[in-house]
């Protein structure tokens, strides 16, 4: 069976995406150039960002991934919530407890999601509080 351990996501503009995705990863790219970059994570993932109007074939559909990246607790949560709103990203969840524990949901310019999540988290102060986390 094949390996996965690549991501590909289509952007628009590749240096501006390689920009805010190496502040959101604490990492700088290993491969970089006009229309495509790529970071390796530290667990081996490779996340690469492809200029859309390079692709073949050709995408239809904007956005399309969601990446996830998963905390230890609430107070977690809420930082990360901070820092991405710093980025300008556009909120599209507010902190919100779900089966699978406490998340929030952003988009990038490009439509990919980004989910912070802490798994199992239940016992959360009210939505009015989370929400000014940030």
Do not use: C
């Not at 998340?103 to 102060?125: E, M, N, Q, S």
């Amino acid at each position: 069976m094949p390996s996965f351990n690549f991501v590909l996501a289509y952007v628009a503009d590749v240096p501006k995406s390689a920009a805010l995705y190496g502040r959101i990863l604490g990492l700088q790219p290993v491969e970089s150039s006009p229309n495509f970059a790529m970071f390796v994570l530290p667990n081996g993932l490779q996340l690469g960002l492809w200029a859309k109007h390079d692709v073949e074939p050709a995408p239809d559909a904007p956005g399309g991934v969601e990446l996830a990246f998963a905390v230890a607790d609430e107070a977690a949560v809420n930082a990360v919530v901070k820092e991405w709103r710093g980025y300008g990203l556009t909120a599209l969840q507010p902190p919100t407890v779900m089966d699978f524990g406490l998340t929030a949901t952003f988009a990038d310019p490009d439509g990919h999601r980004l989910r912070v999540f802490a798994p199992g988290v239940t016992a959360v102060h009210s939505r009015a509080a989370l929400e000014g986390a940030g």
